[in-house]
């Protein structure tokens, strides 16, 4: 339980934190897909672990489990560099919004748990 609620903040926490940090100084097309580069390494570990949980795979989940930061940090390393990249998203609700919509179309999020929504 306590697994997957950390693969679940890291999911969420990766995801706020790239759209608080690109911005419009580039089409929100491409900041939404350098996004879903960033957020790949995350969403991967995410489908892997909801795949071993369901086969009772505990060997898997606990080593997805403990790579989750070192994939996290990295995510995270590269959605701060997005910040650089596109300053003023993270100032502007309306690019938010159709940055958000885009990575929904894009790259959705893999459910897992039932807690993830496409």
Do not use: W
């Amino acid at each position: 339980m306590m697994i997957k609620n950390s693969l679940y903040l890291l999911a969420v926490a990766a995801l706020s934190l790239g759209l608080l940090s690109c911005s419009k100084s580039g089409p929100v097309e491409n900041a939404a897909k350098d996004l879903c580069e960033c957020l790949k390494p995350v969403f991967s570990d995410m489908q892997k672990f909801s795949q071993a949980l369901e086969s009772g795979d505990k060997s898997a989940m606990e080593k997805i489990a403990k790579a989750a930061g070192k994939v996290g940090e990295q995510s995270t390393n590269c959605m701060q560099s997005l910040q650089e990249r596109y300053p003023e998203i993270g100032d502007d609700m309306n690019l938010q919004t159709q940055v958000t919509v885009r990575i929904k179309e894009l790259c959705p999020p893999p459910e897992i748990f039932g807690a993830i929504p496409h």
